[in-house]
């Protein structure tokens, strides 16, 4: 992901979906540059060829359909940016909220070059949650790739820390991209409300 895209992935996460502020590239340019800083991205991945037991439940299944292969991979931004953030609560909580967003847009950027490694023909990260999956199913990647060993944890609450940390699947030998129709948030999000989507949307 270059600056320009890295820089609209910050915006939608903060909300904006229409043309932002002077102030607010400002700001998110003064954020991306701390989460540059502050990110130590290190993550794990595996390759398999046949599907794990939790992976034959839908909607993995569909989302692994005529794929050859599939990865689970982990990976986190480190716990420096997530003190940071705690910290700018307490004294700035706006700069706070920007950092926020622009440490989850790198650790989401850095994910994708990361992927890069599993081929041209790869589907987009596909995280417990999404399309009405069970959050909870983390823990199953978890279990496969032992991401301890790069500094995450799997919570009692099912929440992993670091906070700016992610754990999914990526099918291989297939080419799919995000759609709103799949999107989680699609009931509530603002950009389709204003008749728009949000850069990550690349599909219908």
């Known amino acids: 992901m270059n600056s320009s895209e890295l820089k609209k992935a910050a915006l939608s996460y903060l909300g904006f979906?229409?043309?932002?502020t002077k102030e607010a590239l400002a700001l998110v340019d003064e954020g991306l540059g701390e989460a540059r800083a502050l990110a130590h991205f290190r993550a794990v991945g595996k390759e398999y060829s046949a599907p794990l037991p939790f992976l034959t439940r839908e909607p993995y299944a569909s989302f692994l359909a005529g794929c050859s292969s599939y990865a689970l991979v982990a990976m986190t931004l480190g716990s420096e940016a997530e003190r940071r953030i705690r910290a700018l609560f307490v004294r700035d909580p706006v700069r706070a909220v920007?950092?926020?967003a622009c440490a989850s847009a790198l650790v989401?950027?850095?994910?994708d070059a990361w992927e890069e490694r599993f081929g041209p023909a790869r589907t987009y990260r596909f995280c417990p949650g999404y399309g009405g999956?069970?959050?909870g199913d983390v823990r199953y990647i978890f279990e496969a790739l032992r991401p301890e060993t790069i500094g995450?944890?799997?919570?009692?609450s099912g929440l992993m820390a670091p906070q700016k940390s992610m754990a999914g699947i990526v099918g291989i030998g297939k080419t799919k991209k995000k759609t709103c129709g799949a999107c989680m948030l699609r009931e509530t999000c603002a950009f389709?409300?204003?008749g728009?989507?949000?850069f990550r949307s690349e599909n219908n």
Do not use: F, H, I
């Open 196 to 198: 728009t989507r949000c």
């Open 98 to 100: 920007v950092l926020d």
């Open 152 to 156: 995450m944890q799997l919570l009692e």
């Open 192 to 194: 389709l409300k204003e």
């Open 17 to 20: 979906y229409g043309e932002p």
């Open 108 to 111: 989401e950027a850095e994910g």
């Open 133 to 135: 999956s069970d959050v």
